[in-house]
């Protein structure tokens, strides 16, 4: 049974350049570019005029993309970056064999699963499936008493979504999770936010 979840933020980190080059990153420890920087400052200068987060907790992928956007918000927070818990259970999903290559060439090739079933179950050589990643996810959520925002990556961003919101597990590879904007989740429910606050 899950846990009855407090209130969370949630925002990928701001562009890196292998992003905007539609290479797999997963662990590879990329940084964020200066669009990336821009959509880190925007969303921080969002957050700040929410008054709930000062009470909120912060946590943090160890990966230096989330890392740099989780800085930027707390300059904006006027919060103590050591203060930030880094946690690796929300890591990006790791691509094995595909990481550094373009995402073009991971979808057409004959392995990779594009229905539902087989892409929620599907683990490239060397890397982890959604399926894991949901696992990993839930050990992470299960700990939180407080409420929370979090600074991660975008296929793990789909797990803690879809763990949180009960979406089918089958539907949650194809979730949105945009970067420049942040996620609030209660109740069990999600919305999108854009920096200018406005509903994605």
């Known amino acids: 049974m899950k846990p009855n979840l407090p209130p969370i933020y949630f925002i990928r980190h701001g562009e890196t350049d292998w992003n905007k080059n539609a290479l797999v990153q997963g662990s590879i420890d990329t940084d964020l570019n ?20 000062k009470t909120f ?17 707390c300059e904006f927070q006027k919060r ?3 203060s930030v818990r880094t946690d690796a259970r929300i890591r990006e999903l790791e691509f094995g064999i ?31 499936s959604y399926a894991m ?11 939180l008493k407080k409420p929370t925002l979090l600074v991660s990556h975008g296929a793990v961003g789909r797990c803690v979504i879809g763990y949180i919101c ?3 597990r089958l539907d949650i590879t194809h979730l949105k999770t945009p970067q420049g ?6 109740d069990g429910k999600h919305q999108w936010f854009d920096a200018g606050h406005k509903p994605v």
């Open 181 to 186: 904007c942040y996620c609030v989740l209660k």
């Open 98 to 128: 595909w990481e550094g290559k373009s995402i073009h060439d991971m979808h057409a090739d004959p392995s990779y699963a594009h229905d539902q079933q087989g892409h929620y179950h599907w683990q490239p050589e060397g890397g982890e």
């Open 57 to 73: 907790e912060f946590a943090v992928s160890p990966q230096r993309r989330a890392q740099h956007t989780m800085r930027i918000i």
């Open 80 to 82: 103590d970056f050591l």
């Open 34 to 53: 200066d669009t990336g920087v821009g959509q880190a400052t925007a969303v921080a200068r969002a957050l700040a005029s929410i008054e709930e987060l």
């Open 166 to 168: 009960n979406i089918p």
């Open 133 to 143: 990643g949901v696992q990993r996810v839930d050990s992470f959520l299960r700990e």
